[in-house]
């Protein structure tokens, strides 16, 4: 059964720091490509950043040179460091993981990150 849990959202203050957390089950994760998307309220789902399975990563440029994805495969999760968080990272946060050899891919059911002072 393939299970995929963020975890690490909440609330935190404008300029203030948060790590978000993708873990992964069931599948094979150390050849999978991982994805974070968010979904603001009234706005649609937008990508923020990936993460090959060999590491390479990128990101969107509303997020880049704040946001820095990483994986750790002996602990099939990979991580979503944000710092210098703005009001308008406010969103749902959710991993997708795809698998590459399946042709498929799994969201995770999605975390809250609020900014607000």
């Known amino acids: 059964q393939v299970q995929v849990v963020e975890s690490g959202g909440g609330l935190v203050q404008p300029g203030g720091s948060l790590r978000l957390s993708c873990a992964a089950s069931g599948l094979p994760f150390s050849s999978s490509i991982i994805r974070w998307y968010r979904q603001a309220p009234g706005k649609q789902r937008e990508w923020v950043a990936l993460i090959t399975s060999g590491g390479n990563s990128n990101y969107a440029d509303s997020v880049k040179g704040r946001f820095t994805i990483s994986r750790d495969n002996a602990m099939n999760t990979v991580y979503l460091e944000m710092n210098s968080l703005k009001p308008e990272d406010t969103a749902v946060y959710y991993c997708?993981?795809?698998?590459?050899?399946?042709?498929?891919?799994?969201w995770g059911q999605g975390i809250q990150v609020t900014v607000s002072s």
């Open positions: 997708n993981v795809a698998v590459v050899t399946l042709g498929t891919s799994y």
